[in-house]
């Protein structure tokens, strides 16, 4: 792992035309951890992966270098923050670039309590002038590219124009990327889980704003689970954004190099890209880290496959046991057959 100091310049290789958005994976608390990435970037090179959120006064308060912990191998990586105090959100973007990061994300599509009360997410839909003065002082702050990511609407704001207003303030400011989770949030009586559920997805609204603001990147985001679901929302709009079904069936990703970016798939099976892993996962070992933090995002890989189940029951029963290490992993690889002739295609 590299990055525990701060970098005088990024280290990473994508940064001077910035990233491509064309495929992202998106951001998720708990789940888009750095030893998911670490994963996903086994899968896909290109891919555009978000960190977990990081509050701004997590960042600047808290254990700077541990929230902002990665590996280079996880580059093209972009880190989202959690904010709206437009000094802090400056402070933290300059840490993004120091620390090598290659976009800077503002969430405003979170809607839980806990960060509504702290003006943070999805509430600040409600407060554009707020957002894009944040905004506006992180593109002053770094060189990085400023994007936001942001619903349709909230309860009580909803309307087209609100999103429109919304989204011009922002592009007032500088922003010029705009990531769109197709449904509103209601921040009055639904759960974060449920905010991801229950309110419809509206693809034609995304799809309005690209026509609307065609010098504007929008990416679309929210219920997208194949590749004939992405090159249709592609014909719409700039990128597609994936949470859940990268998360759940990460080998998906092996197949998004050559499907949307022209490149040859890096691994050709799942035991290739877990093998891959292998030495990463014994240096987190080496530092203290339980097998079983890093093994719970390893659980999808073989979803479907024969032996998979096998795969991931030996997995939950060992790998919290004190000083399992390297050879759970090993042990449950075993209980999968490794295809003699693989078809990367096979996802
Ligand atoms: C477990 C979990 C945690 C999430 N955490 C975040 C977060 O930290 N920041 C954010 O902007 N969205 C977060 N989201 C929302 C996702 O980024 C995405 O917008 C949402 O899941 C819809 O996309 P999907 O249908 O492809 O999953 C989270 C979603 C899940 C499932």
Not at 42 to 68: K, P
Request: proline share 5%; with cysteine; charged share 25%.
């Amino acid at each position: 792992m590299q990055n525990q100091v701060p970098l005088s310049a990024s280290t990473s290789p994508y940064q001077a035309n910035g990233p491509s958005r064309r495929f992202c994976v998106a951001p998720m608390m708990d789940w888009t951890t750095s030893h998911y990435r670490y994963l996903a970037r086994q899968l896909s090179r290109h891919t555009l992966l978000y960190t977990e959120m990081v509050t701004t006064g997590a960042l600047i308060h808290g254990d700077t270098a541990r929230f902002l912990r990665h590996d280079e191998a996880e580059y093209p990586l972009a880190l989202q923050l959690g904010g709206s105090d437009a000094r802090e959100l400056a402070h933290c973007a300059r840490l993004a670039e120091q620390y090598g990061f290659d976009e800077v994300n503002l969430n405003v599509g979170c809607p839980s309590d806990r960060v509504q009360n702290n003006m943070i997410g999805a509430c600040l839909m409600g407060h554009p002038d707020k957002v894009a003065e944040g905004v506006r002082s992180m593109i002053e702050a770094t060189d990085l590219p400023v994007t936001v990511k942001h619903r349709i609407g909230i309860d009580g704001r909803e309307s087209w124009d609100d999103l429109c207003e919304f989204v011009e303030k922002l592009a007032e400011a500088g922003c010029r990327t705009f990531i769109v989770h197709a449904r509103i949030a209601i921040l009055e009586g639904l759960s974060p889980k449920e905010n991801r559920d229950i309110p419809p997805l509206k693809y034609d609204r995304v799809y309005q704003l690209k026509a609307k603001y065609p010098h504007l990147e929008i990416i679309i985001n929210g219920g997208i689970k194949t590749f004939d679901e992405c090159h249709e929302h592609l014909r719409h709009t700039d990128g597609v954004m994936l949470g859940r079904e990268a998360y759940h069936n990460p080998w998906l990703l092996a197949a998004v190099d050559s499907e949307f970016f022209g490149q040859a798939a890096p691994v050709k099976t799942r035991h290739q890209a877990l093998r891959a892993m292998l030495p990463f996962i014994q240096s987190e070992l080496d530092r203290g880290v339980f097998l079983t933090h890093m093994s719970r995002h390893l659980l999808g890989l073989f979803h479907g496959q024969p032996g998979g189940r096998q795969f991931r029951r030996y997995i939950s029963e060992n790998a919290h046991k004190s000083g399992a290490g390297l050879e759970v992993i090993e042990t449950a690889l075993e209980k999968v057959r490794e295809p003699a002739n693989p078809e990367i295609a096979e996802a």
